[in-house]
Antibody, heavy 122, light 113 residues
Framework: QIHLVQSGDEVKKPGASVKISCKAS????????VNWVRQARGQGLEWMAW????????KYAQKFQGRVTVTTDASTETAYMEVERLTSDDSAVYYC???????????????WGQGTLVTVSS | DIVMTQSPDSLAVSLGERATINCRSS????????????LSWYQQKPGQPPKLLIY???SRESGVPDRFSGSGSGTDFTLTISSLQAEDVAVYYC?????????FGRGTTVEIK
C-alpha cells in the first residue's frame, strides 16, 4: 500500500518562501518520480512540476520556472517543493501525486498526498 | 499548452439515471504509434484529493465501479456514469497527459436532482 504524507499547513507573508515535504511509504521515487499539483480554493487543478529521483530529471510548468524548485531525498523517500516570492495568488492546497500502482505515463496520478494548505496573507 | 474544455460546468441527474460529461482538447491526444489517447478522468469529493477513474480514455482504473466508462478519441471525449449513485456526487476533471505540462479541464460538478 502506498502512502504519501505531506507536511502541515502553512501561513506565509507575501514575498516569503514555503517548502512542503511529501514522504512516501510503499513507493520509491526512482520509479515514476513525483508530481506537484495545486488547487486554489473552489478552483481546478494545476500541475506545477515533476522530478524523477533516478534520472535527476525535472520538469516545470513554464509559469513556475525560476520560482519553484523540486527536490528529493532518496535516503528518506521524501520529496520537497519550494515556492519562492509568494503572492496571494499562491494561496492554495498543494498536493504531491504519483503513478504508483499502475503502468503508463508518470503524469497519471493514482496516489496523492493529503494536501498542504498554504495561505499567503499580510 | 493544451487547453481542455469541459461541458457542462454542472449537471443534476436523478438517482439511477445516466450522467454524461464532455471534454474537448485543443489538439489531438491520439498518439498514432501506440493508438492510445492520452486522456484521463478524475473524481474529486469535497475535502479529498482527486481519484483516478479512467486512463487511456477508456481504461478503468482498478477498483472503479463499472458504471463509470470513458469513450472518445482525438479531441473529443466523454465520461459516462450509467446509473448515478449518491456517492457519485463530486467534481469530475478530464486531464491530458500527451505533452508537458499535463493540463486539466475546469471540472464538472455532478449533483442529484
Amino acid at each position: 500500500q502506498i502512502h504519501l504524507v505531506q507536511s502541515g499547513d502553512e501561513v506565509k507573508k507575501p514575498g516569503a518562501s514555503v517548502k512542503i515535504s511529501c514522504k512516501a511509504s510503499g513507493y520509491t521515487f526512482t520509479r515514476n518520480g513525483v508530481n506537484w499539483v495545486r488547487q486554489a480554493r473552489g478552483q481546478g487543478l494545476e500541475w506545477m512540476a515533476w522530478i524523477n529521483d533516478y534520472s535527476g530529471d525535472t520538469k516545470y510548468a513554464q509559469k513556475f520556472q525560476g520560482r519553484v524548485t523540486v527536490t528529493t531525498d532518496a535516503s528518506t523517500e521524501t520529496a520537497y517543493m519550494e515556492v519562492e516570492r509568494l503572492t496571494s495568488d499562491d494561496s492554495a492546497v498543494y498536493y504531491c501525486a504519483i503513478r504508483g500502482y499502475g503502468s503508463g505515463s508518470y503524469y497519471l496520478f493514482d496516489a496523492w498526498g493529503q494536501g498542504t494548505l498554504v495561505t499567503v496573507s499580510s | 499548452d493544451i487547453v481542455m474544455t469541459q461541458s457542462p460546468d454542472s449537471l443534476a441527474v436523478s438517482l439511477g439515471e445516466r450522467a454524461t460529461i464532455n471534454c474537448r482538447s485543443s489538439q489531438s491526444l491520439l498518439y498514432t504509434s501506440t493508438n492510445k489517447n492520452y486522456l484521463s478522468w478524475y473524481q474529486q469529493k469535497p475535502g479529498q484529493p482527486p481519484k483516478l477513474l479512467i486512463y487511456w480514455a477508456s481504461s478503468r482504473e482498478s477498483g472503479v465501479p463499472d458504471r463509470f466508462s470513458g469513450s472518445g478519441s482525438g479531441t473529443d471525449f466523454t465520461l459516462t456514469i450509467s446509473s448515478l449513485q449518491a456517492e457519485d456526487v463530486a467534481v469530475y476533471y478530464c486531464q491530458q497527459y500527451y505533452i508537458t505540462p499535463p493540463t486539466f479541464g475546469r471540472g464538472t460538478t455532478v449533483e442529484i436532482k
